[in-house]
């Protein structure tokens, strides 16, 4: 014999509806509040990673797995020989920050819309791997943010 009550003999509770108009609402809360305007980067400079962690980094391999991500999101990147011409001619040491005059120079002579800088603050990959990174996209538009 088939039956489509539990044994229980309980009613059960009707607890998906309430949760679909607690969604529904909580959703039409956030509709209302102001949104920024998203961020669209489709020309990105990856600059060479800095690394801050004790012995040996391996920093092409990361920087090449990082630039392979961002191809893989439809990003176009300049790394490479572009950016260490623009390093040099700019005497940029330091790839840990980047200053407004810098990021102008860099939207005009590489054509991106951003810079992303890249810090290894922690690298081990024996016994067990770990892997400890700080990335940071700044803007190269006027005003523009981190």
């Known amino acids: 014999m088939t039956s489509c009550r539990s044994s229980s003999g309980s ?67 300049v790394s490479g020989d572009a950016v260490s011409r623009f390093l040099r001619s700019h005497r940029i040491r330091s790839t840990g920050g980047l200053d407004s005059k810098s990021a102008a120079a860099a939207r005009e002579e590489l054509g991106v819309d951003a810079v992303l800088l890249t810090a290894v603050e922690h690298f081990r990959a024996r016994p067990w791997p770990r892997l400890g990174v700080t990335m940071r996209l700044v803007s190269t538009h006027e005003g523009g943010e981190v």
């Open 11 to 77: 009613r059960p509770r009707a607890r998906v509806p309430l949760l679909v108009a607690l969604v529904v609402a909580l959703s039409a809360c956030a509709a209302r509040q102001p949104q920024p305007p998203p961020v669209r980067t489709e020309r990105i400079a990856v600059f060479p990673p800095d690394s801050l962690a004790e012995g040996a980094v391996p920093l092409k391999r990361i920087a090449a797995e990082i630039e392979d991500g961002l191809r893989r999101r439809g990003l176009e990147v």
